[in-house]
């Protein structure tokens, strides 16, 4: 039997926003040019990506030149990491921080610490949400040139206690880099921070465009080799067309972002109530209240997570897994280990503006009967 | 020292925990069982099941037949 597509994958990329494909078709005929060069094709390309960069400051609540576009929110987050370090490093050599951020923050972590620096991570509850006092007394050691801490959990959504993490980091003199990927044009953003990452396909923008903001007085020093463009803080022409169309579908995102707030946070609720009450030995992770609007995590118990993934995407459903069997490197997500949940049988549903009750209505009534169909097949009813 | 050993080296997770709820209501009350397994998901894993089934997860260690994982029965 064949079943229509719902997908519920956002958290790794939203599908694009209609504004983006409107704003991608008009760049491509107008934004093809080199911004740098001095040329009427070029100004007329200047215009589109200057007015990009005005968007998304405006959005971000930041001076235009304190932003750069990337070529990935991966690149960005290694930029923000790997930049504020060495901006820093007649400071000290130490990065703090959280057990719960994006690989792509740990990966530039891994390349400091072989490069001979030093990588504190503190740790999260059993919720997700950071051990403040563990941070405080980690900012405050001598030697900390930066600390790291994600707005909100990309794998379980529970929102990060910033604003109190960046008091402690402002007492002790270090600057702050928040990964906002989950964040940007979908909740308000924290304040204190010193730099921020987001990714445009995470919003309803392209794939292939990052943002790194970095405030105005922080120490950053770009750690790619030397390159004008961006403000210099990140090499190689910019994708503009895509620029333009991130641009445009932050700016229309954000208008939204109330409204489909308080559309999608009580779907997240359904599914969490739903889930606990009607799969019987689950685990709903992350905290209740405290999370992101469109983001929704729990484990099966006795199941694997691959196979559930498959027979979900056999009856339609498009969902994310933190589960060992699912990653290329056979581990459990670092996210579900550091904050002890059970990490197999793990699924991730993540809402997006296309969602709709009736979607979310479709999932909850199957799901109970893919879970027990695997636990009947792997014999492990009762158990 | 445990009352028994479960040999779980080489499966991935669940199996290992699969069969530690399998085995755990077949030994006495008070019964430690060590569950040997190699996939990085059972440092996890086992743990969040002893807490899952109010099991008591007792420790985890690495010793020459790889890491080890000790729960006792509890009821």
Redesign the interface.
Known sequence: MSASPVYLDAATAAPAHPVARQALLAALDDGWADPGKLYTQARRARQLLDAAREATAQTLGVRADEVSFTSSGTTAAHGAVLGALAGRRRTGSTLVHSAIEHSAVLHAAERHVAAGGTAIPVPVDRLGRLDLDAWSAAVRAPGVALAALISASHEVGTVQPVAEAAAACADAGVPLYVDAAQSVGRVPLPAGWSVLTASAHKWGGPPGVGVLAVRKGTRWESPWPADEREGGRTPGSVNLPAVVAAAASLRAAAADAAAEEARLAPLVDRIRSRVAAEVP?V?VVGDPVLRLPHLVTF?C????GETLLHALDRRGFAVSSG???TSST???SHV??AM??????NVRVSLHRETTEAHVERFLAELPGIVAGLRAE?G?VG? | MPDEVLDCRGQRCPLPVIAAARRMPQVPIGTVVRVLADDPAAAVDIPAWCRMRGQEFLTAITGPEGPAYDIRRTH
């Open positions: 030995d685990e484990s118990l006795y199941v694997d589960s060992s069997c056979l581990r459990p579900l280990e002890g949940v059970l990490s197999h049988g792997a492990v158990l």
